[in-house]
């Protein structure tokens, strides 16, 4: 993936942190499959950050016969505002529990990973699925709510792909159907002003990652398709040059994040269909930005000696700076 200078990633804080705590945390959510691992992060001490794209309206070219004076010209950009949204939590463990001489693991390091785990969850859910209207008004607004409301969010009705029910269903996939899959998928890139992936990260569920490779199959050819390595040696699968991930499950560890249930018409229900959503990743597409790096303190014994605490907080926010940033194809058959 392709990051500019003056971003990082938690790759980075899990690397290159001079804090222990930060590096042992970082690591921990890249290994839980956080979203957050795939998005390049600025630094920028606000709560509230500004914008500007250009949803029409750029400048306009003059051509000039020889000797002529120049015309000046302007574009009128779209202004937009983004929030940071802030996660903090105390994990308090007993003293007695730290210093008993019997436990087996680091009774501390073990509440510190089931907090870590749940946070994936919960940040992978909203990334999705979050809205302001009946969701967490704490937490980010979610690509699909995004996607859905364009004019407020910056996202062009083109990039709300409907795949027209392409079945690839087992019973159901062909040598056509699995061409016009590809077609779809390649519109999907084209929208988010990528048609090669590079930058890209392709989001869809387990059963839509072993349908695609069944697809591919029927076809006899890769087209595309292909299994990497990253930096810490973990199985990595692309399409082009698109990263494919599983954002996996909500907290309940029972219900997919991104659904094989979805109606035809991309809303959660009880059919058979389901969605892959696309998000180019840079600071001229769709990036975020943190107040400050993650901060996990240990804090000591407090109570009066009583119980050791760790406190992690982070602010950070998204901001889509192009209205071909992020997309959705729906209304995919898988059974």
């Known amino acids: 993936m392709t990051i500019n200078a003056g971003t990082v990633t938690l790759a980075d804080y899990a690397l290159l942190s001079n804090s222990p705590?930060?590096?042992?945390?970082?690591?921990?959510?890249?290994?839980?499959?956080?979203?957050?691992?795939?998005?390049?992060?600025?630094?920028?001490?606000?709560?509230?950050?500004?914008?500007?794209?250009?949803?029409?309206?750029?400048?306009?070219?003059?051509?000039?016969?020889?000797?002529?004076?120049?015309?000046?010209?302007?574009?009128?950009?779209?202004?937009?505002?983004?929030?940071?949204?802030?996660?903090?939590?105390?994990?308090?463990?007993?003293?007695?529990?730290?210093?008993?001489?019997?436990?087996?693991?680091?009774?501390?390091?073990?509440?510190?990973?089931?907090?870590?785990?749940?946070?994936?969850?919960?940040?992978?859910?909203?990334?999705?699925?979050?809205?302001?209207?009946t969701g967490n008004v704490n937490a980010p607004v979610g690509l699909r709510f995004r996607i859905d409301n364009g004019g407020t969010f910056g996202v062009r009705p083109e990039n709300k792909i409907d795949a027209g029910g392409v079945d690839l269903s087992h019973s159901g996939i062909s040598t056509a159907s699995a061409n016009s899959f590809l077609e779809y998928l390649d519109q999907l890139l084209w929208s988010v002003d990528s048609p090669d992936g590079t930058g890209v990260v392709l989001y869809m569920n387990e059963v839509m990652q072993r349908r695609f490779a069944y697809a591919l199959r029927q076809l006899g050819t890769n087209g595309g398709f292909s299994i990497m390595q990253d930096q810490f040696n973990r199985t990595v699968t692309m399409y082009k040059g698109a990263v494919l991930r599983d954002p996996g499950y909500q907290s309940d560890q029972a219900t997919r994040i991104i659904t094989t249930t979805e109606a035809a018409g991309g809303a959660d229900g009880s059919s058979t269909f389901t969605s892959i959503y696309a998000v180019n990743y840079s600071t001229d597409h769709f990036f975020a930005w943190e107040f400050e790096p993650p901060n996990v303190q240990d804090m000591g014994l407090i109570y009066n000696g009583a119980i050791y605490r760790t406190l992690i907080d982070w602010a950070v926010g998204f901001m889509n700076a192009s209205t071909r940033s992020i997309g959705r194809l729906y209304d995919i058959k898988l059974s």
């Open 21 to 133: 705590l930060v590096q042992a945390v970082t690591y921990s959510l890249i290994l839980y499959s956080n979203i957050m691992q795939d998005v390049p992060i600025t630094d920028k001490k606000t709560l509230i950050s500004n914008g500007v794209r250009f949803e029409g309206n750029l400048p306009t070219v003059n051509w000039s016969q020889l000797n002529a004076e120049g015309v000046t010209t302007k574009g009128t950009p779209t202004p937009y505002q983004e929030n940071a949204y802030i996660i903090r939590n105390y994990i308090d463990v007993d003293k007695f529990l730290v210093e008993d001489e019997n436990q087996l693991v680091d009774p501390r390091a073990t509440m510190a990973d089931a907090w870590l785990k749940a946070y994936t969850y919960e940040m992978n859910f909203r990334f999705f699925k979050n809205d302001h209207v």
